[in-house]
């Protein structure tokens, strides 16, 4: 069964950090590109970080470049969060990827084929 388990979201203040975590199972997920995503309230999903298989790449949206860190062991990814800001709340989703050729596939979130739940983050001003 596959399964993709996000944890670690919550209520911060700007200003503040968050870190989550997914850890992927049912597949050789250590060979796939692992990807964050999230989704506002009435906003379209958008994406937020990746990091390729072997975690020698990561890819990072302009908004979050510079605050966000993501890193990998193996199955399981980090979203470091720092500086947050209340536009950087939504709810945040881990995804994997596989056969990803191109940096610019990394970004693409019709690419990624599995999905975890979602874990709620909050910013308060």
């Known amino acids: 069964q596959v399964q993709l388990v996000e944890s670690g979201g919550g209520l911060v203040q700007a200003g503040g950090s968050l870190r989550l975590s997914c850890a992927a199972s049912g597949r050789t997920f250590s060979t796939y590109a692992l990807g964050w995503f999230r989704q506002a309230p009435g906003k379209r999903r958008e994406f937020v970080a990746a990091i390729n298989w072997s975690g020698s790449s990561t890819h990072y949206a302009e908004s979050v470049n510079g605050r966000f860190i993501i890193s990998r062991d193996g199955a399981k990814t980090t979203l470091q969060m720092n500086s947050l800001k209340p536009e950087d709340t939504a709810v945040y989703y881990c995804?994997?990827?596989?056969?990803?050729?191109?940096?610019?596939?990394?970004?693409?979130?019709?690419?990624?084929?599995?999905w975890g739940q979602g874990t709620q983050v909050t910013v308060s001003s």
């Open positions: 995804a994997a990827a596989s056969g990803l050729s191109s940096a610019f596939y990394y970004s693409a979130d019709t690419r990624y084929s599995y």
